[in-house]
């Protein structure tokens, strides 16, 4: 009898399309403890929200750097590097052919994005591409169509977001989490995460080049 219940049992288990001979080690999954934790309740029945508590749940520490990239990016711009971006940019409509010149409008536009926002953060350098399109330099280019104009607005865009994916300063977002992180005794290495996001964040930022060049093709040619 005993051997017929173990018999049932790993006949539940295993499944049937499997040679009856073949063993296979079996994973077992834990089910979902119910929260009960008092701790959690804790937590859960935490005082409400106040304008006091968010002021002091606020990273104060973060303002020195924050403020310390835009006073830098905008004694950049007071010395020329907005135009000079903007000349830089508006440079690649001499490129020859109408998709070259598509792709390497939008690819140039998406990696001075991304190592601007990953050398001052991605606020300060959107803030300076930013100044940089409205550039007469930029807007006044007679290389560039409208429409690979606007790629490469929007390439400027997904790159100062994807920014943050390749270093912990690339984002304002990833300051502040590593910062709540240290705060709980969880260290998030800088290389680390560096390598995570190397691992991925090139071949999105290629597929957001493709896409725009695809889009600003179809524009141009219509």
Request: hydrophobic share 50%.
């Amino acid at each position: 009898k005993g051997d017929s219940v173990h018999k049932k049992d790993a006949d539940q288990q295993s499944p049937r399309f499997l040679p009856p001979n073949l063993k296979i080690p079996m994973l077992e999954i834990p089910e979902p403890e119910i929260i009960s934790s008092p701790l959690v309740i804790k937590d859960l029945d935490s005082e409400p929200l106040t304008a006091m508590s968010a002021l002091l749940a606020v990273p104060w520490g973060l303002a020195p750097f924050l403020l310390g990239m835009f006073v830098m990016v905008e004694g950049l711009a007071k010395h020329g590097i907005t135009d000079w971006l903007a000349e830089t940019l508006s440079s690649t409509g001499n490129v020859n052919g109408t998709a070259t010149k598509g792709f390497a409008s939008a690819s140039t536009s998406i990696l001075f994005s991304v190592l601007g926002a990953n050398l001052v953060n991605n606020q300060p350098a959107g803030i300076l591409l930013s100044k940089s399109f409205l550039s007469s330099a930029f807007t006044d280019a007679t290389s560039l169509s409208g429409a690979q104009k606007l790629g490469m607005v929007f390439a400027a865009i997904a790159g100062t977001n994807l920014a943050a994916n390749v270093t912990i300063i690339g984002a304002l977002a990833g300051v502040i989490f590593t910062k709540m992180a240290r705060s709980r005794g969880i260290l998030i290495g800088a290389i680390e995460f560096t390598k995570l996001g190397l691992a991925v964040t090139p071949f999105v930022v290629l597929s957001v080049v493709i896409i725009l060049w695809i889009e600003t093709g179809i524009a141009t040619s219509v």
